[in-house]
DNA sequence: AATCGCTATATTTGCACAGACATAACGATT
DNA sequence: AATCGTTATGTCTGTGCAAATATAGCGATT
């Protein structure tokens, strides 16, 4: 029949959306690149957007996601902590399971 | 701690939405009201919008999903067939059960 | 102290999208 | 054939949000 389940989850913290997939792709990014700027090219998003999620971010957590080094030799830098990436794959385990978890689900409806 | 996990999830039927949570809103107020425009003002949603979402719905569903009566007694009024009816209560099953679902991943987050 | 590339933030500009508005078409009822 | 309350569409407007632009601040390095 070939409908579909498709999903987005997001993780909030006090009514702030914490974690969500563009706010988990720009860490990802910013883990490869080793800054906010160079992430927010790689994904072909205004560093200014970029700058705004991770402010975010690292207000919505109850530990810091990232240090960011103003300054400095190359001017600078931005790292996950180890929360940081623990966060991260937590997420990207959650969400894989859920698609799993609909795949099985779509059943209800293919017999309709 | 106090994260929680939020989703939002939809039916896609050749990469074109079919239910989504408003949609199912609408379709529930036209069950209700029996017309499209009462569906509408009851959702507090312009005609347009609401007619614009029915039609994608039933051009997105393989199988028609409401009856619109155009003129005759009253002006005419939409009504849910059989399979509307079931393509409902099948998406409010599923959305339930994916809450279920992720409050059980909370955990992996929680002891971060 | 001058340079460099980054983080941090304000201000302005543009555009997509939602809403308001207008109107046609319809068919049972009178 | 006139009326009525719908469904069915097109058009126009404006506004909120995203993107572009501009600029300040920082600190290691030279």
Redesign the interface.
Known sequence: ??????????????NNV?LGEGRVHLLKAIQETGSLSKAAKSLNISYKKAWQLLDSVNKSA?KPVTINNIGGKGGGGAELTD?GK??VK?FD??NK??WA??DK?LE??EL?
């Open positions: 029949m070939s409908y579909r389940i498709k999903s987005r989850i997001w993780i909030e913290s006090d914490l109850k929360y623990l966060l937590a385990e959650i399971n859920c978890f609909l689900q209800k409806i309709l």
